[in-house]
């Protein structure tokens, strides 16, 4: 079977009389629509059809018109010798470690054309680069739990229970963010079966109850749900935990022999060192949930088998770190935790494979080699980074320097997309010397380049995709091949190697047909059950569990069932509720409660609303925008935002008007949906629209694509993670005057 492997799925590719197209895979119960359009991109207007160079960086300009420059074409043998040429001078002069190549982002589902990997291993041999840490999807979180619960659950994931025993033995899930089906559309590296609408409906057949805690309502795919205010999940979850204390229903064992430093999160939760004991009437004031319902709620959580899910999204503001640590303190005190199918579980529904009951598909990646460059930046500080070379900085205990850097490679993954306060990182944006991007479509990033080579999409190139969360491996097919001088960023990266003397250790001598059986091989020597080769390319795709079925290990059962035999990593060998890395954190634990409703820079009288960013359902991210599903929930032929059609009514404005969010940081062009199901006093405009700065008459930037970060504010989550903290702007509404 002939197959297209995307972050969305698998497809079936049907060659007809009028071109291919995609058919959503046989064995996929719930096909997402999104991928099937995925061919529309060949001829988008928006493609990169040559390499490119800025008209002033070739003319020796170092960035002061970056970004408002004109490109003139430039051929693919001058652009990699002008590529090649810039990397050579810059490390000549200043070092590798003025070279970043963090590029973050999402690539190509497969696991050779990947391209952050195919830069990596491109720099490395290179000499080494300054890299990123860590993700804008959990990387808060993923700082935060291993003081916790030791190094082995870095990953939020591996606290989960998996869904067959949650359908099994719990009859109660309380989530925070809820579970948004749309998200789960996508998984990094595809997969073969989308499987979490199957799970939730089972979920419900087994009369499990579900009570989602979000500011819209669609986050909730079955079940009640409370309409709580963004950023004050941590007030709910501390008040629970004060019922459980005042009410001497605490857990003694899980308080006795899996958990220390719980006299220290009792003192803070009676308010012993601030004067304000955490209970439910002064959490139902920051909230919004009556204090009825939350001292009900911890009633039934502490009586009855139960799950509490937090999605990626909480963790993704200031104090971020805040709702995770509660929820793990209040599982740990309400005797949640090591119960099957019980505990704490992070990001259900968030992708596609979480929680999912398979086993993981081990194999090797493109290897990337050795970086002889250790200065880093936690991912989401790249404007500080290029706004403050040289300043100290704190992160997870170290201080740390921020580097200064010259030159910029990028290939997967928008900043102008992904990055919070755009603006601002525009400024920044032009303190390098050269910034060289790859892409396929012309996005803000690629405007923001001095030299833009034109990568070839996903389908017009062969490649093995495989999820490391999930059990499914395609051969992804080419559908169609690339226009003419277009080439894979491997080719081009190979072909700027040759002029540096590094084709051959880039390559290492194997074709990329080579280097795809080589991964291969890699999959099947982990897993010897997978077919040979030949057998593969015949069927098309390989899933190990049908292969050989397996136990799920289930996290932290055998601790709580053992604590002294199976200790954690901690260094007490326990579950530590209040690790003294967090005492030291002013700004994260202790004054747990700077919400970071109150800490944005926008004062809430001139900036009512609270501006929610979450995932796009009809793209992934800035991805397929020219695809149908994108372009038919354009409105106005703008990004939609929705909002409370009180709020809505109280601005004078109504459905369907064009008007401008706005704070001091920017202002967006939106087309506004009136939606009962967004909590009052919020505004939903999902990430993804194309970053679009235009200056007005008046000197301001409106973004006429419709960007959140436009608005949004780029400060850490905390000095402990430095995590990206897209959550809690503040915004106001205006009529858009023409
Ligand atoms: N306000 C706000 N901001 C957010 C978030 C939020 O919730 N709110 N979420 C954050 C999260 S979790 C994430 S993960 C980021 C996502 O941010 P990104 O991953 O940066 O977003 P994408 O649009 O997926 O960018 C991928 C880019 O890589 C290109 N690309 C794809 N395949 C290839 C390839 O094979 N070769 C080359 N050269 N290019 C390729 C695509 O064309 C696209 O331009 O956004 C973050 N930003
Ligand atoms: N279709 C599609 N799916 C995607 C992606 C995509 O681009 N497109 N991106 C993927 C990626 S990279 C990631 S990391 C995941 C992200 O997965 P998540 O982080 O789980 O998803 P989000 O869509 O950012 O947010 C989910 C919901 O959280 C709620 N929420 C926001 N802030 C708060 C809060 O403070 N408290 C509470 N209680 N709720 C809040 C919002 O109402 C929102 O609808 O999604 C993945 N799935
Ligand atoms: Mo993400």
Known sequence: MELFASHFGTYEIE?????????????????????????????????????????????????????????????????????????????GSYGNDAIFGGSYGWGSAGRFHHPQSQLKRFLNLAGGFVAARNTYSYGTAKVLLPHMVGAAFSDPGTLNPSWDRIVEATPLILSFGGMRLANAQVEAGGTGAHMTRH???????????????????????????????????????????????????????????????????????LGDSDGQPKTPHWAAEQTGIPAHVLRKLAYRLVDGPCLINLSWSLQRAVAGEQPYWAALVLAVLSGQIGR??????????????????????????????????????????????????????????????????????WAGGNPFHHHQDLNRLARAWRNPHSVIVHDS????????????????????????????RDDWIVLSSQVTPPPPGIETDHTILTRIAGHLGLADAFTASRTQAQWIAHLYEGYRT????????????DIGYARISEVQPCEIPQPLEAFVANPHECPLSTPGGKIDL?????????????????????????????YPLQLLSPQPETRLHSQLDGAPAATRARRNDCEEARAHPDDISAQGLADGDVVELYNDRGAVLVCLKADPRVAIGHVVLPT????????????????????????????????????????GARIALRTHLR
């Open 15 to 91: 060659r007809g009389p009028e071109g291919p197209g995609l058919l959503p895979f046989r064995h996929d119960p719930a096909p997402s629509p999104i991928g099937q359009g995925f061919l529309a991109l060949a001829d988008h207007p928006t493609r990169i059809t040559q390499p490119h160079a800025r008209k002033g960086w070739l003319a020796g300009d170092r960035g002061a018109a970056r970004g408002a420059d004109s490109f003139v074409p430039v051929s693919l043998d001058e652009a990699c010798a002008l590529a090649a040429g810039e990397l050579t001078r810059i490390r």
């Open 340 to 409: 099957p199918g019980c505990g704490i579980a992070c990001g259900l529904s968030s992708v596609s494979s979480v929680g999912n009951p398979v086993r993981r598909l081990r194999g090797v990646a493109l290897p990337q080699g050795e970086n002889r460059v250790s200065a880093f930046i936690p991912v989401a500080r790249i404007t500080e980074m290029l706004e403050k070379p040289g300043q100290q900085f704190v992160y997870d205990g170290a201080e740390l320097d921020l580097p200064d850097i010259k030159l910029v490679c």
């Open 526 to 537: 982990a897993h010897p059950e997978l077919p040979v080769w030949e057998e593969f390319r």
């Open 688 to 727: 993804g629209g194309w970053y679009r700065p235009q200056v007005q008459s008046d000197g301001r930037i409106l973004d006429l694509g419709g960007n959140p970060n436009s608005l949004t504010r780029d400060h850490s989550a905390s000095e402990l993670s430095q995590g990206a903290s897209a959550g």
């Open 578 to 606: 209040f690790p003294p890395l967090f005492q030291r954190q002013d700004q994260l634990l202790k004054s747990p409660l700077c919400s970071p409703r109150r800490s944005d820079a926008g004062e809430p009288e001139r």
């Open 199 to 269: 799970w939730i409906e089972r979920f419900a057949q087994a009369n499990g109850e579900m009570v989602t805690l979000s500011p819209d309502r669609r986050d909730a795919p079955i079940g009640t749900h409370l309409p709580i205010r963004a950023g004050t999940d941590v007030f709910a979850l501390l008040a629970m935990a004060y019922v459980l204390i005042e009410e001497n229903r605490v857990d003694p064992q899980a308080i006795g022999c899996i958990a220390q430093g719980y006299d220290a999160v009792k003192s803070l939760i």
């Open 441 to 468: 479509v012309w996005t803000a990033t690629a405007q923001h380049a001095d030299l833009v080579f034109p990568s070839a999409l996903p389908f017009e190139r062969e490649d093995i995709a495989a999820a490391s």
